[in-house]
């Protein structure tokens, strides 16, 4: 059973700066896809930025277009822990955050974000800006 952990939410000023954080319980971090969801009040759940397995820290990495160049998707597999930093964040930014693994992605483009590619999720931390 794999558990995912996110820390690192808050309140912040619109243009300020957040770094989430999600600490997995999987031994074969290496191998999964990782990936961040939000989903504000009223609203469904969206996609925010994955980063595909490729053995190393690095991988493919994809995001939404709302978050390109303000949002950047790391991991650090010796820590098992997948990190969202969000730069110049706005008021539209307000959700709670998910993490999200799923050992395979499947292959078609835009597969990284929908809900049902993704296995395991974790609890969610809470962003607000104003």
């Known amino acids: 059973h794999v558990q995912l952990v996110e820390s690192g939410g808050g309140s912040v000023q619109a243009g300020g700066s957040l770094r989430l954080s999600c600490a997995s319980s999987v031994y074969t971090f290496s191998r999964y896809c990782l990936g961040w969801f939000r989903q504000a009040p009223g609203k469904e759940r969206e996609a925010v930025a994955s980063?595909?397995?490729?053995?190393?820290?690095?991988?493919?990495?994809y995001y939404a277009d709302s978050v390109k160049g303000r949002f950047t998707i790391s991991k650090d597999i010796p820590e098992s822990t997948v990190y969202l930093r969000m730069d110049n964040l706005k008021p539209e930014d307000t959700a709670m955050y998910y993490c999200?693994?799923?050992?395979?992605?499947?292959?078609?483009?835009?597969?990284?974000?929908?809900?049902?590619?993704?296995?395991?999720w974790g609890q969610g931390t809470q962003v607000t800006v104003s």
């Open positions: 999200a693994a799923v050992v395979t992605l499947s292959w078609w483009p835009g597969a990284w974000s929908r809900e049902s590619e993704y296995e395991y």
């Open positions: 980063i595909d397995s490729d053995g190393t820290d690095n991988g493919p990495v």
